[in-house]
């Protein structure tokens, strides 16, 4: 597969709406981004493309409860959203509430199953640095409830994807749960690195930088 379809591209905020949908199409990015709002008009623009029209729910603070984010997914899949990033509750992470993890992770893990819609659970796995154990239980809880993806970060914290989490995410997942890195990829050879490492979706601004890198290497 060629690595712009690894690619969940992110919006350059120079950028209008309609600016950012015609650069995915030019580049043949595996997804972007819309809102309620936004999604009938990306879903015209990109009629003729496989390009995936994904929501973000709590992104990309995570302070909502369960219930609040199950309101939320209820109003993208009427809108008709089938993938959608969401933002584990941070304060359970931080806190280490596992038991509160996986409950979240599970109701919405048996909605989005219920409903046709790909969920994307993002632990900012910067905030667990220094604890590894912590970022494997969670690991052992997404392996345990099957979320369609585990994602490294959202990219907007004080730390972006690391390799050594993917791989440890890898070694827990294995291919049961896909894993999406996001935050800091910004070239071809760190994103090859990441997707050689176990990540099967990437999170990126420079989308358009990497698939230019990769000009003749794939």
């Known amino acids: 597969m060629k690595t712009a379809k690894y690619i969940d591209y992110i919006d350059d905020p120079n950028d209008s709406f309609d600016q950012y949908l015609e650069k995915a199409k030019a580049y043949d990015f595996r997804c972007v981004f ?3 709002d936004t999604f009938g008009h990306a879903k015209e623009v990109l009629k003729d493309t496989d390009i995936i ?3 973000a729910v709590d992104f990309p603070d995570g302070v909502l409860g369960t219930e609040e984010k199950l309101e939320v997914f209820r109003a993208y899949e009427a809108a008709g959203f089938r993938e959608i990033d969401y933002v584990l509750n ?3 992470v931080e806190e280490r509430d596992y038991d509160g993890i996986g409950e979240e992770m599970s109701r919405i893990a048996e909605y989005c199953r219920a409903h046709g819609i790909m ?3 993002i632990v900012e796995m910067c905030k667990l640095d220094g604890d590894d154990g912590a970022k494997q239980k969670i690991c052992e809880i997404a392996k345990k409830v099957s979320p369609a993806c585990l994602k490294t970060s959202t990219g907007r914290s004080f730390g972006g994807a690391k390799l050594s989490d993917v791989k440890l995410m890898k070694e827990v997942l294995g291919d049961s749960v896909k894993i999406k890195a996001a935050g800091g990829i910004r070239d071809y050879e760190t994103a090859r690195a990441f997707i050689e ?7 990126a ?3 358009i930088a990497i698939v230019k890198g990769c000009s003749g290497k794939e």
């Open 90 to 92: 941070q304060k359970m």
């Open 53 to 55: 029209i994904a929501g």
């Open 197 to 203: 490492a176990g990540a099967s979706i990437l999170g």
């Open 205 to 207: 601004t420079a989308g």
């Open 34 to 36: 819309a809102d309620i």
């Open 119 to 121: 969920d994307k659970v």
